[in-house]
């Protein structure tokens, strides 16, 4: 069983339900799913598990954000988005590193105690390079004095419900 840091549970106690990317000490990118514990009984056996990484040019920054959604109960699936700042160093070292690896353990995370109880593997995001680079390209047209993450993130969060991507698979 994985072992969470202490610097990395600090970082899980701000975060709300949703997931957490993580570099260890070889460069391998770890992903952290915190959940309520009820949901933590839809983790054993194979799990459908969708996802998808796009940018999308937001008037201050480009938002780079990884969709994972877990279809352990079909009619409430557990979802999670993880946001990169390619302005932000070691955001984009995430970045870097997901788009070396093979394969990514997704750690599920347990509210109350802060501790790993399953890790499923999943493959990286397609087009992960791709996706980094032109995030980067047009963050560098953005004026540093103009230039705001967490609005740009914020305005896709009101924009795009995380409850909504459900649909977006469809598509």
Not at 100 to 128: C, E, G, N, Y
Request: net charge positive; proline share 8%; glycine share 4%.
């Amino acid at each position: 069983m994985f072992t969470i840091s202490d610097s990395l549970k600090a970082v899980l106690r701000q975060t709300d339900c949703g997931a957490v990317t993580s570099v260890d000490h070889r460069g391998r990118v770890h992903v952290f799913v915190k959940s309520p514990h009820q949901d933590m009984g839809l983790l054993e056996g194979p799990l459908p598990i969708f996802q998808s990484l796009f940018m999308l040019p937001m008037p201050t920054a480009p938002v780079v954000v990884w969709i994972i959604e877990i279809m352990g109960n079909p009619q409430k699936p557990l979802r999670a988005d993880i946001f990169f700042n390619v302005m932000n160093s070691s955001q984009v070292e995430n970045l870097r590193c997901l788009f070396r690896q093979r394969v990514v353990p997704l750690h599920f995370v347990r509210i109350d105690h802060l501790s790993v109880v399953a890790t499923k593997w999943i493959t990286p995001p397609r087009d992960t390079e791709m996706v980094y680079k032109e995030a980067v390209v047009y963050a560098h047209r953005i004026p540093s004095c103009q230039y705001d993450f967490d609005g740009a993130k914020a305005a896709f969060r009101a924009r795009y419900p995380l409850s909504d991507i459900d649909q977006w698979w469809l598509t």
